[in-house]
Each structure stands twice: as structure tokens, then as C-alpha cells.
């Protein structure tokens, strides 16, 4: 299988690329996101490649980032989430939004991307929230997140380990510590759990 790519960029368009490696052009499909950082035509390039095999076809799908690479082949282990609708999704939002709204149960952002409808979003959330690697070059953090302290991230990082959804945990968090008096990790963890459940 290919799992990396490089070559000259010989044309590129916002869902394709052809790059010319060893004498042959592999034609590539990529997301807008890959695009817009590419070279001009004539340069060298390296993209990193998933190669989907059909009993049909056999494609390539090439990403500038291994994150974005990994991104794609999360998505596509989804149930209804082929190749195509992950590179659409991978085109409508930045990796670092799609894995901010997923591990944030957004679902009406997820569905703005075209292709993506309600179950589909679901589905997103449901399989993949506390499965996604972050995005190297940092991930927009919810508020509530932000105003953590080195304390509360650690008790929220107990409360996911132990399967709790994110957003359910974070919720927990904030009000085990409104409650006051309590800043050290035993005491705030046991009263989040009960928050929690």
C-alpha cells in the first residue's frame, strides 16, 4: 500500500492533485484544506497518502498533514461515513474545529457541512469524541475548558478515563468547583463523580 507520496505537483484543483513520481502520475484526491496549501505546479511535494481499495477501484487520498491523514481514516471507520463525504468534511471545517465540535457534542456545526445531516453528526460524536488524537498546532479550547486550573483538568482527565462524556465531565467539574472549598484532587474528583452520574 502507499502511505507516503513524493513527487513534482503536475496540476492541481481543490479536490485533486497529480503528482509525478518515479515516471508515473498518481492522481490524488485531497480537501480543500490540503489545496490551499500546496505548491505551484512544477515543484516538489509530499503528501501523506491513504490508499482505499475497492473490489471496483482502488483511490488514493492525499493529505499534507499525517494529523489530517489520521483525521480522515478516523472518519471513515464511522458507520455511513465513506471516503468522499470525509474528504467533503475535511473541506468544510479546519481539523482543529472538527475535533473541537465532536468532543463538544455540536452537532448543529457538524451539519453545516453539506453531506453531513443530523444522524450523521450523531454518529460523528457518538463514535469518535473521546477517540480523536489532538491536532498538532493546538485545538480551540471551549471557555470552560480554558478557565480550568492544572487541578480540575487533572480531575477531568479521571472522569473521561473512567468513560464519562466530555461535556458531562467538564459540566461536573465546574460545578464540584462552585460548590467551594474544594481545590485538592480527591475531594473535587469524588464530588464531580456524583455530579456526574
Known amino acids: 500500500m502507499i502511505a507516503l507520496l513524493r513527487g513534482i505537483l503536475l496540476e492541481k484543483h481543490p479536490n485533486q492533485a497529480i503528482v509525478e513520481a518515479g515516471g508515473v502520475g498518481y492522481d490524488v484526491n485531497i480537501p480543500v484544506s490540503t489545496f490551499t496549501k500546496l505548491p505551484e505546479k512544477g515543484v516538489e511535494v509530499r503528501l501523506y497518502i491513504h490508499t482505499h481499495v475497492r473490489e471496483d477501484a482502488l483511490a488514493l487520498y492525499g493529505f499534507l498533514t499525517a494529523d489530517e491523514k489520521a483525521l480522515f481514516e478516523k472518519l471513515i471507520d464511522v458507520s455511513g461515513i ?3 463525504l470525509a474528504v467533503k468534511i475535511l473541506s468544510g471545517l479546519a481539523a482543529a474545529d472538527l475535533v473541537a465540535f465532536i468532543r463538544r457534542g ?5 451539519v453545516r457541512v453539506p453531506g453531513v445531516g443530523k444522524k450523521t453528526a450523531e454518529r460523528m460524536i457518538l463514535e469518535l469524541r473521546d477517540k480523536l488524537p489532538a491536532v498538532t498546532g493546538g485545538e480551540p479550547e471551549s471557555p470552560s475548558a480554558a478557565a ?9 482527565s479521571a472522569l473521561l478515563n ?19 472549598g474544594l481545590t485538592e484532587f480527591e475531594p473535587l474528583f469524588r464530588r464531580a463523580l456524583e455530579l456526574v452520574r
Open 148 to 156: 480550568l486550573s492544572p487541578v480540575d483538568q487533572d480531575v477531568l
Open 82 to 84: 465513506g471516503p468522499t
Open 162 to 180: 473512567l468513560g464519562c462524556a466530555r461535556v458531562q465531565a467538564e459540566a461536573a467539574v465546574r460545578k464540584a468547583k462552585a460548590a467551594g
Open 106 to 110: 455540536e452537532v448543529d456545526r457538524l
